[in-house]
C-alpha cells in the first residue's frame, strides 16, 4: 500500500508543477487534410474543419457495435468507475521489433516479413516497459511483425488479458471468430488490424539491398527516397502519400475510441508512426522526416479534453514517473498493486 500511495504523491506534485504548462502547451487539435506546403521549410496540417468532440464521441457511439458483437472491450480500473467514460486516457505507440528484412538490410515496406528473435526480445521488451498501463483496444497494421509486436507485448501485461485479433473481412469470418462467453470477453482485449497503418509502400526498391541500391542510383537520390517527404520511389509511396491514409484512419477510426474513454495501443511501423505522431505533435515536414523511432519502444500520450500530451517513453514496469502524469493511471497502478498483494497473501 505504501508504494501505491507514492504514485498518487507523485501524481499530486507533477500536476501542480505542470499546470502552468498545460495551459499554454497546445492550441485544440484540428482535423487533418493533405499537407499544404506554406514555404520551402513549412509544412503543417491544416483544418478542414474545427474538431467537434460531441460528433466524434457519436462516430465512437455507432462504430464500437463493429467489434462489440465479437468481443467486448477489457474493463477499466478501478471498478467503480468502470461504466463511466473518461476524459482522460492513454494512446501507446510502438514500432515493431526487428524483422528478418531489417536484419538483411532490405527495403521491406508492404512485404510482410516476420521479427527475428532479436525482434521477438524488443517487443517482449516492449511489453515490459507498458505493463502497468491500461489497455482496452489495440489497432494494428495488417502486417505480421505489427501484430506480432502486440501480440508479444500483450503477454507481459500485469492484467493478463487476451488479445484476440478481430476478423472483419467478410460475414462468415466476423460469424465463425465469435466470443459467446461473456467472462472470456472479460479476459480479452480486441485486435483491429488495418491496412491504412501499413508500412508506407516502398514501390519497385521492396527486396533491395539498401546499399546495392545506393551504389546503382547514388547515395543522393535514395536518400531523397528515403527521407523527403513528398518524393516517392518509383511506383511507390512518399511519407505524404503515407500520412494521408494513416493520419485519416486515426482520426475516423482510434480517436474516437480515445474520446470515449478507452485506452489504446497501436503496434504499427515507423512511417505510419511518424505521420501519426507528426499529427499529434503538429510538427513541420522537415521536423517529421528527421524524427527517429527505435524499434521496439513504447510511447505513451494522454488525451486529456480533445488534447494529446506527450509522456515519452515509460523505463520499466516498477518505474514510477510515468504514472504520476496523471490521476488516473496512478489510480490503475495503486489497483494493479492491490491485486497483486491479495494474490501473493
Not at 29 to 49: A, G, M, Q, V
Request: a positive charge; glycine letters at 4%; hydrophobic letters at 35%.
Amino acid at each position: 500500500m505504501s508504494t501505491a500511495m507514492s504514485y498518487q504523491s507523485i501524481y499530486s506534485f507533477v500536476s501542480h508543477q505542470s499546470s502552468k504548462i498545460s495551459q499554454s502547451s497546445r492550441q485544440p487539435l484540428l482535423l487533418p487534410t493533405k499537407c499544404f506546403k506554406i514555404d520551402s521549410s513549412l509544412c503543417y496540417y491544416t483544418s478542414r474543419r474545427k474538431r467537434n468532440l460531441s460528433k466524434i464521441k457519436a462516430i465512437a457511439s455507432q462504430t464500437s457495435v463493429s467489434y462489440n458483437t465479437l468481443l467486448s472491450p477489457s474493463k477499466n480500473i478501478p471498478p467503480d468507475n468502470s461504466h463511466k467514460k473518461s476524459n482522460e486516457t492513454a494512446l501507446i505507440l510502438i514500432r515493431h521489433g526487428e524483422s528478418l528484412w531489417n536484419a538483411k538490410n532490405l527495403f521491406t515496406g508492404c512485404v510482410d516479413v516476420p521479427l527475428t528473435e532479436k525482434g521477438v526480445e524488443e517487443a517482449i521488451e516492449a511489453g515490459k516497459r507498458i505493463s502497468n498501463i491500461p489497455i482496452d483496444v489495440i489497432f494494428t497494421s495488417s502486417l505480421i511483425r505489427a501484430q506480432m509486436t502486440a501480440m508479444l507485448a500483450m503477454i507481459q501485461h500485469r492484467r493478463k488479458k487476451v488479445p484476440i485479433i478481430l476478423h472483419n473481412e467478410s460475414d462468415q469470418a466476423k460469424s465463425w471468430s465469435q466470443v459467446f462467453s461473456e467472462e472470456t470477453k472479460d479476459q480479452s482485449v480486441p485486435v483491429i488490424p488495418a491496412w491504412q497503418l501499413n508500412e508506407r509502400m516502398y514501390g519497385e526498391l521492396q527486396g533491395l539491398n539498401k546499399q546495392e541500391t545506393a551504389e546503382r542510383y547514388g547515395k543522393q537520390q535514395v536518400h531523397e527516397w528515403r527521407r523527403s517527404y513528398d518524393i516517392p520511389p518509383p511506383k511507390g509511396e512518399s511519407l505524404e502519400m503515407c500520412a494521408e491514409r494513416a493520419v485519416a484512419y486515426f482520426e475516423e477510426n482510434i480517436e474516437p475510441k480515445l474520446a470515449a474513454g478507452k485506452n489504446v495501443m497501436i503496434a504499427a511501423h515507423g512511417n505510419s508512426l511518424r505521420s501519426i505522431i507528426m499529427y499529434l505533435d503538429k510538427l513541420t515536414c522537415k521536423e517529421v522526416i528527421s524524427l527517429e523511432l527505435s524499434t521496439g519502444i513504447p510511447l505513451l500520450y494522454i488525451f486529456k479534453d480533445g488534447k494529446f500530451m506527450k509522456r515519452g517513453s515509460p523505463v520499466g514496469p516498477t518505474e514510477a514517473g510515468v504514472y504520476a502524469y496523471t490521476k488516473r493511471l496512478a489510480q490503475y497502478r495503486q489497483k494493479l498493486d492491490e491485486s497483486s498483494e491479495v494474490i501473493c497473501s
